[in-house]
């Protein structure tokens, strides 16, 4: 097995497994290039469909991924290939009443699609050019959703226990597990644009060395759960610190969706919806 392939078994799901399929010989790769109307895909959604019939990723409900499969499997041709409204395919119908225009590519560029696996792996993003007939251009990509995760008791496990289940990528930092000092700035770690960084602390003290050196990241959220008074202490510390407040008006204070919640796996739920919405929303297909 090649290492993008053991990268492609840790990704079963999301917005780059048809992609990262596509490398292997033998398996087509299915793109959405126009939607018309509303569809629950965004532009640019793939497919990989594998040589057994069986696919890789969604597109719809399941009858779209047969019919794909059927036509990878009958016609060796690229093409693009209409459904749902205005299709000549009076026999098949796409629930949502849009239409679809889709790349049908039985054999994808393998070397073109390994190179942009090796840039999101390498957490950049990255383009990959679709062939003639496609009306659209290229496919972009963006590294995966990456958190990173400060705190204490239950409320970091709870988060860090959603983000698995999720299939998110995360890593945790806790003052229990010894892997943080209090006053300690952890320079020795990274953080993208593709990144979100949540600090869970009931000791807002151990907040201040953390947030001096996320507020220099890109990352797109920094999050800090507390209260009125604990959101204003903190402004106050980082203002006398040097930070201007436009800089530490990106710390998301309360956190999430629901502004109250008591509870750790609330919060944690809250949290991360508003941490995929906000990645999603960054999305270059987004829309």
Same mark, same amino acid.
């Given at each position: 097995?090649t ?9 079963v ?8 399929a596509a490398?292997r010989p033998?398996v ?7 939607i018309?109307?509303?569809?629950s895909?965004r ?6 469909v594998?040589?057994?019939?069986s ?5 719809a ?6 019919e ?5 499997s009958?016609?060796g041709?690229?093409r693009?290939?209409?459904?749902g409204?205005?299709?000549p395919n009076?026999d098949?119908?796409?629930p ?9 590519d ?6 073109a699609?390994?190179?942009v ?6 957490r ?15 496919r $972009? ?5 990456? #958190?990173?995760?400060f &705190?204490?008791? !239950?409320?970091l496990? /709870?988060?860090?226990q959603?983000a ?7 890593e945790?930092?806790g003052?229990?597990?010894?892997s943080?000092?209090l006053?300690?700035?952890p320079?020795?770690l990274?953080?993208?644009?593709w990144?979100?960084i ?6 807002h003290e151990?907040?201040r060395?953390?947030?001096q050196w996320?507020l220099?990241t890109?990352?797109?959220?920094i ?5 009125s008074?604990? $959101? ?5 510390d #980082?203002v006398s610190? &040097?930070?201007? !407040?436009?800089q530490? /008006?990106r ?9 109250h ?7 944690a739920?809250?949290a ?6 906000e990645?999603?929303?960054?999305h270059?297909?987004?829309?």
């Amino acid at each position: 097995m090649t290492a993008i392939e053991e990268r492609q078994s840790a990704h079963v799901a999301g917005d780059q497994a048809a992609l990262r399929a596509a490398c292997r010989p033998g398996v087509g790769l299915c793109t959405i290039t126009h939607i018309e109307g509303s569809f629950s895909r965004r532009l640019g959604a793939q497919l990989a469909v594998n040589p057994d019939g069986s696919v890789i990723g969604s597109l719809a409900d399941g009858c779209l991924e047969q019919e794909l499969a059927r036509e990878i499997s009958a016609c060796g041709e690229r093409r693009v290939l209409r459904y749902g409204a205005g299709s000549p395919n009076i026999d098949f119908r796409l629930p949502c009443g849009g239409g679809l225009d889709i790349l049908i590519d039985p054999e994808p560029d393998r070397e073109a699609c390994r190179a942009v696996v090796t840039r999101l792996d390498d957490r950049q993003e990255a383009r990959l050019t679709l062939p003639h007939p496609s009306p659209m251009p290229q496919r $972009r990509y963006v590294p995966d959703l990456r #958190l990173m995760l400060f &705190g204490e008791g !239950p409320e970091l496990a /709870a988060m860090s226990q959603l983000a698995t289940a999720s299939g998110i990528v995360s890593e945790s930092h806790g003052r229990d597990d010894g892997s943080l000092a209090l006053g300690q700035v952890p320079d020795h770690l990274t953080a993208d644009r593709w990144t979100a960084i949540v600090l869970l602390f009931h000791d807002h003290e151990w907040e201040r060395a953390i947030l001096q050196w996320a507020l220099t990241t890109p990352a797109f959220l920094i999050g800090a759960q507390g209260g009125s008074p604990a $959101r204003a202490a903190r402004e106050a510390d #980082l203002v006398s610190l &040097g930070f201007a !407040p436009q800089q530490v /008006a990106r710390i998301a204070s309360p956190l999430g969706t629901v502004k109250h919640s008591r509870e750790p796996m609330g919060l944690a739920l809250s949290a991360l919806a508003g941490i995929v919405g906000e990645y999603e929303r960054r999305h270059p297909h987004h829309g």
